[in-house]
């Protein structure tokens, strides 16, 4: 089997590659090692960090190319090599380009998403930035697309099939497939790429195990990896140091096992950011996994010890990287009361029903907090809920500064003096188990702003692209604003596409 492009991988970045490089009139073949497509992208809400573009400009906001890199600056260390200022004014440069090219086609339609961004910085946009894809109905597509986008994550998990009407990160999946098909791009499920073909120093196709065999796919002007990281590989979690595990991160069960950034580096490629990973809070399942979990709208999260450690309503990589700090708080337990009739005052996916999870013990119910605090052995418990409610009657939060911040406000409905701090005070009270889940692994192989892999003399090796999170990311630790990992995945599958396009011209 021979095509001028091969992608590896199926989530926004491969899609999106995918579709602009058959588009561009390359033939091209796209490989997944499940029999559904989406990958973690699949069950993401759908934002696309992508400033600058005329989506924002139509929703009438305060969005700029060159806000958003005041922004940027704001946050990047100034002792940034060259090279990451690079990546970082190539995706600036090229994602109102990106958006225009796909609005341009009708399989894409893109709206604003109201989301705050992240940090308190210079640039920041109030209420976001952030963009999506439309919502699109499964009967608007041909059944073979239908058929292949993965399902939300609830159904999903429990092997169930998708819903009528396909939205966030499934739009986006089922919009780039739909015009991939459409143009006549081959997909091939089922293939686990294992390893790179190389003739020359040039990397000319990949080899997939399929079926028990072994097979080579070649590609005429070059391979594009997109495949996602390693968080579901425990071996290599543990040598490089990523907090968390692989049973808790958000993955599709069987995927993302870091083989291809494992052949890229036997190449001789740069590797970096091989320690970190989009982290989030996870609500710890009666099965042994972890559920992605933000907008905190009620409880306080305690440690071993019952205290509270963070400002439960910041941005869930923020959260999670607090987590993370201390092996005291893993696990973590949400306190809540019974508000909410007992459902859990955040949005879990999937939350999971209550009463399996009081069966499990991945929840706790007591009558009070002191019972609470006794049978989780959370000798500071009553305390700190005393000194929280305090907190709650004033309205400020003496010691995390919860509500102080628009994101923090964002997923509130209190009713006191500040929205974001609700008294615990309604029995019987709750203690949900959490523990340090992730959206993927961030570390991979090192690219330039063409998305070409670099060999650790800084050279690209010939005919290898990644992006995604096979690809280290330009942005190090930084997770600025909802949407970045599915804004720069997209933006470098498309700059590598343009530099293949390129390198094809006559």
């Not at 989406?38 to 005329?54: E, F, I, Q, R």
């Not at 930035?129 to 073979?144: A, C, F, G, V």
């Not at 989030?280 to 972890?290: E, R, T």
Request: hydrophobic residues 40%; aromatic residues 8%; proline residues 7%.
């Amino acid at each position: 089997m021979t095509y001028d492009v091969v992608v590896v991988g199926s989530g926004g970045g491969a899609m999106v590659g995918a579709h602009l490089a058959q588009r561009a009139g390359l033939s091209t073949v796209l490989l997944e090692r499940t029999e559904l497509l989406g990958g973690t992208s699949a069950y993401s809400g759908g934002a696309c960090w992508l400033p600058g573009s005329d989506v924002q400009q139509r929703a009438g906001i305060a969005d700029s190319t060159e806000s958003a890199r005041t922004y940027l600056n704001a946050l990047i260390p100034a002792s940034s090599s060259a090279s990451t200022r690079a990546r970082i004014e190539a995706f600036l440069a090229e994602a109102p380009r990106l958006v225009a090219a796909m609005e341009d086609d009708e399989a894409f339609q893109f709206e604003w998403l109201p989301f705050p961004e992240y940090f308190d910085a210079p640039g920041r946009v109030p209420m976001g930035r952030s963009i999506q894809p439309t919502n699109i109905r499964r009967d608007e597509l041909p059944d073979q697309v239908a058929a292949l986008v993965r399902p939300p994550v609830e159904r999903d998990r429990t092997g169930a099939g998708g819903r009528r009407t396909l939205t966030g990160g499934q739009a986006l999946i089922a919009r780039a497939l739909n015009g991939f098909v459409r143009d006549g791009g081959t997909v091939l499920t089922g293939h686990r790429v294992t390893d790179y073909v190389v003739e020359d120093g040039r990397v000319v196709g990949v080899e997939a195990h399929t079926d028990g065999t072994t097979t080579s796919i070649r590609a005429r002007s070059g391979v594009l990896v997109a495949s996602g990281g390693f968080e579901g590989n425990t071996r290599l979690r543990e040598e490089h140091g990523v907090p968390g595990g692989a049973a808790w991160s958000m993955a599709p069960a069987g995927t993302n096992a870091g083989e291809p950034i494992e052949a890229g580096i036997a190449l001789g490629a740069q590797a970096g950011h091989l320690d970190q990973a989009w982290f989030c809070p996870g609500l710890a399942q009666p099965d042994g996994g972890g559920s992605f979990t933000l907008g905190f709208r009620g409880g306080i999260m305690v440690d071993a010890h019952g205290q509270r450690y963070a400002n439960e309503c910041l941005p869930y990589d923020r959260f999670g990287r607090e987590m993370a700090a201390s092996p005291e708080r893993i696990p973590s337990y949400l306190v809540f009361d019974s508000r909410e009739e007992g459902r859990l005052p955040a949005i879990a996916m999937p939350e999971g029903d209550p009463h399996e999870h009081l069966d499990a013990g991945t929840w706790i119910r007591a009558d009070s907090v002191a019972e609470l605090a006794e049978r989780l052995d959370l000798s500071d418990l009553e305390s700190t809920v005393d000194r929280f409610n305090g907190f709650a009657d004033r309205g400020v939060d003496e010691d995390f500064d919860r509500g102080s911040d628009e994101y923090d406000r964002f997923f509130a409905n209190g009713q006191g003096p500040n929205p974001a701090l609700v008294r615990l005070d309604t029995p019987p009270y709750h203690a949900a188990r959490f523990v340090l889940s992730d959206l993927g692994t961030k570390g991979g192989l090192v690219t330039d702003e063409h998305g070409r892999v670099l060999r650790a003399d800084g050279t690209p090796i010939p005919g290898l692209y990644a992006t995604s999170n096979s690809a280290a990311s330009a942005l190090g630790p930084l997770y600025p604003a909802p949407g970045v990992p599915l804004g720069l995945a997209m933006v470098f599958a498309s700059l590598a596409v343009q530099h293949l396009v390129a390198g094809t011209s006559p």
